[in-house]
């Protein structure tokens, strides 16, 4: 049997079982559906598209996968180059893993191996944000913040190696004071702290931190997994304020293959970059640099600039702010949008039981978690389509 995510399999609700996708429909064997969460938040520009299962296609009828070590590809070489060209500043450094949470790993163990290269070994500790998500290992554990992992951290004692603070800049500055000569990184998902509740805060705090990593030498990373390829509004958190190490992988393929990378800067790749071999970063997920998922990738970052996405996120959240502009309920906490993301926190989380088979029942696909009640929909929506998902937000409360 299948053991489901995220699920206490006893009393789990049956999963509607898909046949068909396309654009930003899921089918049922007698149900179309808007997929309004867009598997994950990855699969931007909707289901099959066709240039996409044409760039996997092209590529299986060559070879679909060979390993990184020793070898090395077409597929992976241009992806590699266009991240360089397309990611800002002097992110040109890419490390290709299987998953988000695996290039959150590396990204943390560049960050340390990155000061014991250099002898420095006060610095054990990462500065991370309190409600914060980066994945499912056990590193990405300890840095995140989400009570369904608090049971870890009850087993091994809270850690002596990651302080968590709120995302305000006083906290920040203290947390600096008080550690910055034991830091080694800061990571942070700029901006919009998805899993954690899709909690947004100010590009002010993003300034501050850089200012403070340069100050006292610490690396930030940016945890773009979930921010990154525009749905904050902006392509990447990283153009506004630049970190050393860059994390993406959702939609780094358009969703169509998971996949992930870590990009790193010109002065994180020159920490490795020596006549000591113990000094090289020691990892190789075996799927690392997949061709299959590198096609996908490289048509996935073509349409972005091909099909003006930014300027589709832009329509998004106008649609989503005039729609939103005059409802609410007393059962609201808060209404939150940022580019191609809008919340509706409620107070209590039993408001939103029953939501699912309600919009499954007006033809959207929705996945409310927590207290939050949200919509981040394919890029490629139409207005009409993204009208529909918000209004059977809103009907909800109107029952
Ligand atoms: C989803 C997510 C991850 C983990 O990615 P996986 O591919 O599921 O391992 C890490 N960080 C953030 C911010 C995410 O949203």
């Not at 290039?103 to 943390?108: K, R, S």
């Not at 993003?206 to 610490?218: H, I, M, N, T």
Request: glycine fraction near 8%.
């Amino acid at each position: 049997m299948i053991w489901y995510p995220y699920e206490q399999m006893k009393g789990m609700k049956a999963p509607y079982q898909i046949v068909d996708a396309e654009g930003v429909y899921l089918y049922t064997k007698n149900r179309k559906l808007i997929d309004s969460v867009a598997s994950w938040w990855s699969v931007i520009h909707g289901y099959k598209h066709p240039e996409l299962n044409q760039a996997i296609l092209e590529q299986a009828e060559r070879f679909s996968h060979v390993m990184l070590g020793g070898l090395t590809h077409v597929p992976v070489q241009r992806l590699a180059e266009k991240l360089e060209q397309f990611l800002p500043g002097d992110l040109n450094h890419i490390f290709f893993s299987d998953s988000g949470s695996v290039a959150v790993e590396v990204a943390l163990k560049m960050a340390l191996q990155f000061y014991r290269n250099r002898g420095e070994k006060r610095r054990t500790m990462v500065l991370a944000l309190e409600h914060a998500y980066h994945g499912d290992t056990f590193k990405a554990m300890e840095v995140g913040d989400d009570a369904d992992y608090h049971f870890v951290m009850e087993a091994y004692g809270p850690s002596a190696y990651v302080k968590h603070i709120p995302t305000q800049i006083e906290a920040l500055e203290e947390a600096f004071e008080k550690y910055h000569d034991r830091l080694h990184a800061m990571i942070v998902e700029p901006l919009l702290q998805a899993a954690g509740g899709m909690r947004m805060y100010e590009v002010s705090f993003l300034r501050r931190a850089r200012e403070l990593c340069d100050q006292y030498e610490v690396l930030l990373i940016f945890d773009e997994v979930a921010t990154g390829f525009g749905r904050t509004g902006h392509r990447f958190a990283a153009d506004l304020v630049l970190p050393d190490i860059l994390v993406l992988g959702k939609a780094l393929t358009g969703g169509y293959i998971g996949h992930a990378v870590t990009v790193a800067n010109q002065k994180v790749f020159d920490g490795f970059y020596d006549d000591h071999a113990e000094h090289a970063l020691m990892h190789g997920p075996t799927f690392a640099g997949n061709a299959l998922a590198c096609s996908a990738a490289l048509k996935s970052i073509e349409l972005f600039e091909t099909q003006k996405e930014m300027e589709k996120i832009k329509r998004i959240e106008e649609i989503t702010r005039r729609e939103m502009m005059d409802f609410s309920d007393p059962r609201i906490q808060e209404i939150r949008m940022m580019g191609g993301c809008v919340c509706i926190e409620v107070k209590d989380a039993m408001t939103l039981k029953g939501y699912q088979q309600f919009a499954y029942e007006r033809g959207v696909f929705s996945r409310p978690f927590l207290q939050c009640l949200y919509a981040m929909v394919p890029y490629v929506i139409g207005e009409e389509e993204l009208v529909q998902v918000l209004d059977t937000m809103k009907a909800w409360f109107a029952r």
